[in-house]
């Protein structure tokens, strides 16, 4: 159930960190950020192939992470989890417009604003296609 | 939804690991059923009653709000 895709990706994170970190001190890529970023990537790399080889290696830990995966609540936590995400974001990014208004940040208020219609389109657009499907 | 899980695993002698393992979901699983706290899938309800070898009506009591 822990596919090959997912290690694929994380040897993608690790080379791609790599690449950043190598721009970054060869000074072609100038910013501290990148470097940072590389780094990140890395790390999060690194794990995700220690997660697998454990996965490939431990008949047990295989066992706990197909019944994580597959469980019923886990998804449904995961779902609800999203969607309480969501929700919270449009709350806090509506409150902001409002906040940036009154402060008078005219960029802030356009870029949270945005942000809210972007959330509002995604699930409307969502929900178009999950009503077609189900 | 209430339901009689608990009490009829329990009158069989299978503890809640082994009983999530027969089911296919987290142990976790098993005790939110067991205390009500979360309503499962019709597969898993399904599931549940065909191990017990009863219908599911009478493992998961439907009470009207």
Same mark, same amino acid.
């Given at each position: 159930?822990?596919?090959? #895709?997912?290690?694929? &990706?994380?040897?993608? *994170? ?7 970190? $190598? ?15 590389? /780094? ?19 008949? #047990? ?18 779902? #609800? @989890? *999203?969607? *309480? $995400? /969501?929700?919270? $974001? ?5 409150? /902001?417009?409002?906040?940036?208004? &009154? ?13 809210? +219609? &972007?959330? &509002? +389109?995604?699930? *409307? ?5 999950? @009503?077609?499907?189900? | ?8 695993? !329990? ?27 979360? !309503? ?26």
């Amino acid at each position: 159930m822990y596919d090959k #895709k997912r290690f694929y &990706l994380s040897i993608f *994170w690790i080379v791609l960190g790599i690449v950043l970190m $190598a721009l970054s001190m060869a000074e072609i890529m100038d910013s501290s950020m990148y470097s940072g970023l590389g /780094g990140g990537l890395i790390a999060v790399g690194v794990l995700q192939t220690i997660r697998h080889l454990k996965y490939n290696r431990n008949p #047990k830990y295989r066992e706990k992470i197909d019944t994580e995966i597959s469980d019923e609540r886990n998804r449904f936590l995961r779902m #609800k @989890s *999203w969607s *309480w $995400a /969501g929700y919270i $974001a449009i709350l806090v990014e509506g409150v /902001g417009v409002i906040v940036a208004m &009154l402060l008078g940040q005219e960029t802030i208020q356009m870029v949270l604003g945005y942000s809210v +219609c &972007l959330l &509002l +389109c995604a699930y *409307w657009i969502s929900y178009m296609v999950l @009503s077609r499907k189900y | 939804m209430k339901n009689r899980i608990e009490e009829i695993r !329990n009158s069989r002698g299978i503890r809640q690991e082994e009983f999530a393992k027969l089911m296919g979901v987290s142990r976790q699983t098993i005790s939110s059923l067991d205390n009500g706290r979360y !309503n499962p899938s019709i597969l898993l309800a399904y599931k549940i009653a065909k191990y017990f070898d009863l219908m599911i009506e009478e493992v998961f009591i439907f009470e009207e709000a």
